[in-house]
């Protein structure tokens, strides 16, 4: 279970910093920064936050509102243009940064899921797997993944027959199938090989080897976007 042990190392105010929807063929890339405020953390949501994957999504809910109550967050996100027109690795690192900027404070130090850090106003730590190791970071994982399949939801309603308010933008069956008959969506990547190959009119096997990648706001909550879609 993810603990303070990396934020008791670094010392000061420590914001963590996760991302979400790097590997889907539609909608943003999220990121969340989160400094908890520990002194008004209850002890049963410290020993409960855990990495967003290994949650239901009952649990996210919860947990994420929860967390908005004793901690200060900022949300920044890349948009679908902006993914294919630098690359989802860099789009994910800028909406880390924004995600920072939206905070409204510069922490003393970050901490940040996986080996790449982006370029931020204060020291940075990258820790593999850090959404198992650390509380701020698996905080930001959460409210990360709460809001980008919030948003995908949101787009669910416009866009029928993707399935996106369940798999929210990933490579499903029935997501690859709705691409061949209906097309792209002005959400869809196209920079992302099945979305080329259904733009193409040939169809793509979900359960096939994906070609590898570059790898609402709480009062207290700041978002930092660049959607545009």
């Known amino acids: 279970m993810p603990n303070l042990t990396l934020e008791e190392e670094c010392g000061g105010v420590v914001c963590g910093i996760d991302e979400v929807g790097r590997g889907p063929l539609a909608g943003p890339v999220v990121a969340a920064a989160v400094v908890l405020d520990l002194a008004h953390m209850p002890r049963a949501l410290r020993r409960s936050i855990d990495d967003s994957k290994v949650l239901t999504a009952e649990a996210r809910d919860e947990y994420c509102r929860a967390i908005r109550r004793c901690a200060v967050i900022g949300i920044g996100a890349a948009s ?95 997501h690859c199938t709705a691409l061949t008959a209906l097309g792209a969506t002005i959400h869809h990547r196209r920079s992302f090989a099945p979305v080329r190959l259904a733009l193409a009119g040939g169809t793509f096997e979900p359960e096939l080897p994906l070609p590898v990648m570059d790898e609402p706001a709480a009062p207290h909550s700041r978002v930092s976007t660049g959607l545009d879609g």
């Open 80 to 174: 679908v243009r902006e993914i294919d027109r630098i690359n989802i690795l860099r789009a994910s690192l800028l909406a880390m940064q924004r995600a920072v900027r939206a905070l409204g404070i510069v922490p003393d130090a970050a901490l940040i899921d996986g080996n790449i850090a982006p370029a931020l106003p204060c020291p940075a730590r990258t820790v593999i797997g850090g959404d198992a190791r650390s509380l701020s970071i698996a905080a930001a994982s959460i409210v990360a993944k709460v809001t980008r399949d919030g948003i995908m939801y949101e787009l669910a309603r416009r866009y029928v027959g993707y399935g996106w308010e369940s798999n929210v933008g990933y490579s499903t069956r029935e």
